[in-house]
C-alpha cells in the first residue's frame, strides 16, 4: 500500500495502491464531494486478498489532490471522467476494471463510452444512467426519499468549525445509510473527522456541487459491450432502486445485484458480499 501523487497533463491527483501490480488492475472511482477514504480499507484489502490490483483516488477538491481557489475550479464533469484515465495512464496500466459508486458510477459509464478502450468491464455501485435517453429525463426514474431531500435542502452548518462540519457530515452519512438497518454513527465519525483532517481544504469539495457536465458523449448506454454488474441497494434514498433496474435493462448483458435494506454506497455490513461480486465479475 502506498499513498502517490501523480501528475498527468498538469493535474495532480493522489492515489493509493493495494496488492500486486502484476495482478488485474481494479480502479475504484468514488462520488462526487467524497475522498478516496470513502473506498475503506478494509474493503480495499479484500478486493486485493483475492489477486487483484486496486487502486482508489481522491478527486480534484477532494483530500490530497489538487484544490482550486474558492468558487473557481475551472473544470467540469467530463474532466473528472477523464482523470479516471489519467490515473491509469499514471500506472502505466492500459486498461483496467472500473468500479464506480454514485456519482463515480456515472464516471464509470462515461469512461466506457469515451474511452473504451481502458475499460475492462463495469461495475456500477448505487448510481443511475448517466446517459438519458434521447436526452431527456427518464419519466420511470422516482425521485430521492422526502428525508434525502429535506437533509439536501436545510441549512450546512458553520463551515469554520470543524466539530460543525464533522457532525453534519455524519448526519449526511446516516441518511445515506437509508433507514432500514442500525447506523454505525460512531464508525462514521471516525471516518469523516479523518477525512476533513487529511484534506488541503475540505470545504474546497463544495465545487463539486456547481459542476457542468461538459462534453456528454452522444452514444447510448445500449452501447456499451464490456460486462457490466450493478449492485444497488434497495433502500437508496438518493437513487431508488429502480434507477439500478434501469441502468441494468440499458446494458446489454448487464447484471443487477440487489442489497435487501442497504443505502447509498458500500455498508461494512456488505463488504463481502460486495467483494466476492467484484472478484466473481472480474475473474
Not at 483475492?50 to 481522491?58: A, K, L, M, T
Not at 454505525?184 to 477525512?195: F, H, K, N, P, T
Request: proline share 7%.
Amino acid at each position: 500500500m502506498a499513498e502517490r501523487v501523480i501528475e498527468v497533463d498538469g493535474i495532480e491527483l493522489c492515489t493509493e495502491s493495494f496488492g500486486d501490480p502484476a495482478d488485474p488492475p481494479v480502479l475504484l472511482i468514488m462520488g462526487l464531494g467524497a475522498s478516496m477514504l470513502w473506498w475503506e480499507e478494509g474493503f480495499c484489502r479484500m478486493l486485493a486478498a483475492g489477486e487483484r490490483f486496486v487502486i482508489r483516488y481522491d478527486h480534484r477538491d477532494t483530500g490530497r489532490s489538487v484544490t482550486y481557489e474558492p468558487g473557481r475550479p475551472g473544470y467540469t464533469g467530463a474532466d473528472l471522467v477523464d482523470d479516471a484515465a489519467r490515473v491509469l495512464t499514471a500506472h502505466e496500466i492500459p486498461a483496467a476494471h472500473i468500479v464506480g459508486v454514485s456519482a463515480g458510477g456515472a464516471f464509470a459509464q462515461l469512461l466506457a463510452l469515451d474511452h473504451a478502450d481502458r475499460v475492462r468491464s463495469l461495475v456500477l455501485i448505487s448510481t443511475s444512467p448517466a446517459v438519458p435517453g434521447d436526452g431527456e429525463p427518464s419519466p420511470d426514474l422516482p425521485p430521492p426519499t422526502e428525508e434525502f431531500v429535506r437533509f439536501s435542502a436545510a441549512p450546512g452548518g458553520d463551515r469554520s468549525d470543524v466539530d460543525s462540519v464533522i457532525d453534519q457530515q455524519v448526519a449526511y452519512a446516516g441518511v445515506l445509510a437509508g433507514g432500514r438497518r442500525p447506523f454505525d454513527e460512531a464508525a462514521a465519525r471516525v471516518l469523516v473527522r479523518r477525512d476533513v483532517e487529511r484534506a488541503h481544504d475540505f470545504g474546497a469539495a463544495r465545487h463539486h456541487d456547481a459542476l457542468t457536465h461538459g462534453t456528454v458523449p452522444r452514444a447510448p448506454l445500449s452501447s456499451i459491450s464490456v460486462p457490466t454488474l450493478v449492485i444497488h441497494g434497495s433502500a437508496d434514498p438518493m437513487f431508488p432502486l429502480r434507477h439500478g433496474e434501469a441502468l441494468a435493462e440499458r446494458i446489454p448483458g448487464a447484471r443487477l445485484l440487489v442489497l435487501e435494506d442497504a443505502g447509498h454506497g458500500v455498508d461494512r455490513a456488505d463488504w463481502t458480499t460486495v467483494a466476492a461480486a467484484i472478484l466473481d465479475h472480474t475473474t
